[in-house]
C-alpha cells in the first residue's frame, strides 16, 4: 500500500496491486517514494507500507533502505504446505467420541475442528510432493478418504470442500513462516520493525503467522506511519 504525501488526516491510501505486479520500491529520506509496476505504471507517495509474503517480496527490487533490513527479510522462509477443509451439516465425528484433532501419517499431517461441522487438515512441507503428484481429480476424494479411516464413512459426504494450494500459489509462495535451527538469530531484531517512510506488516512480521499476526502488525504499521506523519 502506498500512502501519498501530505498530513496523516488527508492520507487516502491507494491499495498497489496484487503480489507479482510490483517490479521495484525506491524509498527516499525526504522526499518521494516510488513503486514500480510490471506494466511500467509508477506510483508515488510519502511512505511504502509492503504486505507482501516474504516469498513474493525477494522478487521485489527494494532500494533505500538498510542491507541489513533486506537481509533480514529476504532471510524468511515459508513452508510449503497445503490446507484442505471439509464442511459438514454437523460434527459427525463427535459421534464417535473423537474431537477432530489428529495427527496423521498419510498426506494429510493433522485435522482439527475449525468450527462448528468445518473439519480443516494441513498437508505439511514433507508431504506436499505426494499431494502435488495425485492427479488434480483424484485429490478431493483421496483426502476425504483419508478423513473416513479416522473419523467414519460419513466424511465421504460433505456439504463443500476446498484445497489451497499454498506451497505453489504464486500470490504466496507458501504457507506460515516456517523456522529453522539459526533461522531466528539470522533474521534478528529487524524482524517486524519499519525503516520509515518503509513499513512492513503482515503474518510474516509476527512471531506465529496467521490471521492475528496479520491484523497486528497491520494495525502497528498503520498506527507507525501515521505517527511519523
Known amino acids: ?14 491499495p498497489v496491486p496484487r503480489p507479482g505486479r510490483q517490479e521495484a520500491v ?15 505504471e509508477v506510483l508515488t507517495a510519502g511512505a511504502v507500507v509492503s504486505a507482501l509474503p516474504v516469498g ?8 533505500g533502505v538498510r542491507e ?36 496423521c501419517e498419510g ?22 510432493g505426494v499431494l502435488l503428484g495425485t492427479p488434480a481429480p483424484l485429490r478431493t476424494r483421496e483426502l476425504l478418504a483419508e478423513i473416513a ?7 465421504h459426504r460433505p456439504l463443500a470442500t476446498h484445497l489451497r494450494m ?7 509462495q507458501g504457507y506460515v513462516t516456517q523456522w529453522t535451527p539459526g533461522d531466528v538469530m539470522a533474521v534478528g531484531p529487524c524482524h517486524g520493525t519499519h525503516e520509515p517512510p518503509f513499513y512492513v506488516c503482515g503474518s510474516d512480521q509476527w512471531v506465529a503467522g496467521y490471521m492475528e499476526g496479520a491484523v497486528r502488525t497491520g494495525r502497528d504499521a498503520a498506527k507507525e506511519a501515521l505517527r511519523r506523519g
Do not use: N
Open 166 to 172: 499454498w506451497g505453489t500459489d504464486p500470490w504466496t
Open 107 to 128: 498426506v494429510l499431517g493433522s485435522t482439527w475442528p475449525q468450527s462448528e461441522g468445518i473439519l480443516s487438515a494441513l498437508v505439511p512441507p514433507e508431504r506436499l
Open 26 to 40: 525506491a524509498v527516499h529520506r525526504p522526499g518521494r517514494c516510488t513503486v514500480r509496476l510490471r506494466g511500467g
Open 56 to 63: 513474493p517480496l525477494r522478487s521485489v527490487a527494494v532500494t
Open 68 to 103: 541489513e533490513r533486506l537481509a533480514s527479510l529476504h532471510r524468511q522462509r515459508h513452508a510449503l504446505a497445503a490446507k484442505f477443509v471439509a464442511a459438514y451439516e454437523r460434527p459427525f465425528w463427535r459421534d464417535r467420541g473423537r474431537s477432530g484433532l489428529s495427527e
Open 149 to 155: 479411516r479416522l473419523y467414519g464413512d460419513e466424511a
Open 1 to 14: 500500500m502506498a500512502a501519498p504525501p501530505g498530513p496523516p488526516r488527508a492520507w487516502k491510501p491507494r
